[in-house]
């Protein structure tokens, strides 16, 4: 896993977030586009991909967030009625849970 992180003077800013990558561009999670992006310079300092988190230095909320999403996407009432088909036919229930987190973080990573 890497980390976006903010660093001025060789110092990390407190707050990093998780990346994804669009046409080629590393950035925030948080953000569609992707920005901030590996190498953006700011007044700030410069935004790195770094492989483990600074000591003291948190993630986003945003990120977080939307990696729980993408971790599990599935909605609440989803769960319940794999939870029922389970007690019929365990086989086809993880089957089908797998066809439905393919299909929600599909739709996550689209958004
Ligand atoms: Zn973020």
Redesign the pocket.
């Known amino acids: 896993m890497d980390y976006l992180v903010r660093i001025r003077l060789s110092k990390p800013h407190t707050i990093a977030?998780?990346v994804h990558e669009l046409d080629g561009v590393v950035g925030?999670?948080?953000?569609q586009q992707p920005k901030p992006a590996v190498g953006d310079h700011t007044q700030g300092g410069e935004w790195e991909l770094v492989s483990a988190l600074p000591e003291g230095v948190r993630i986003?909320l945003?990120?977080q967030k939307r990696k729980e999403k993408i971790d599990n996407p599935l909605p609440a009432r989803m769960e319940k009625e794999l939870e029922r088909l389970a007690l019929w036919d365990p086989r086809a229930a993880a089957r089908q849970r797998e066809k439905m987190l393919a299909h929600y973080r599909k739709k996550e990573m689209l958004r």
């Open positions: 977030h998780y925030a999670l948080c953000s986003c945003v990120c």
